[in-house]
């Protein structure tokens, strides 16, 4: 039975776990609600199964496997990296992905709270004045390194990076 992703129609928190489920070849399909349009941004599509789902903590985006019902995102892609063996497999691979994983959670949410913010254009300047210091130090930590956890590559990791359909726009860091 397919596994069922729910999230807004956007890419947002959901597009790395399309991401994962893609690369892994699982069988799933989305439930993607319909969010109005400013200024009401109407939820009422969401709202009107939040609770009905069975979810622990509702709130997208979710996972639903079989039995499993899934809420937070970091929560999902440990799910489904567990279920494929990508969490690493030595003390300083783990750590290094644990390291990663919450570091990039806190660069999107520094992009996010700038692009949503009413002063957008004021605190643009300042974000991107800013970027290239916090991409060094991604550049720092993947060192002489071939890929983040180590030297150990995803089988098909340069083949899915070119995968356009999922990356409109290539983002170099470092
Ligand atoms: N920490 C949660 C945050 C989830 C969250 O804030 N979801 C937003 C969309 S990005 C939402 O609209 N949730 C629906 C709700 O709160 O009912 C995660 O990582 O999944």
Known sequence: ????????????????????????????EEKRYVMGDAPDYDQSQWLSEKFKLGLDFPNLPYLIDGSHKITQSNAILR????????C?????????????????????RQLVMVCYSPDFEKRKPEYLEGLPKRMKLYSEFLGKQPWFAGDKALKKSSAYMKFSCFLEVLVYLG
């Open 79 to 86: 799910y489904l990296a567990r279920k494929h063996n990508l």
């Open 1 to 28: 039975m397919p596994m069922t992703l729910g999230y807004w129609d956007i890419r947002g928190l959901a597009h790395a776990i399309r991401m994962l489920l893609e690369y892994t070849d699982s069988s799933y």
């Open 88 to 108: 690493g497999e030595t003390e300083e691979e783990k750590m290094r992905i644990d390291i990663l994983e919450n570091q990039v959670m806190d660069t999107c």
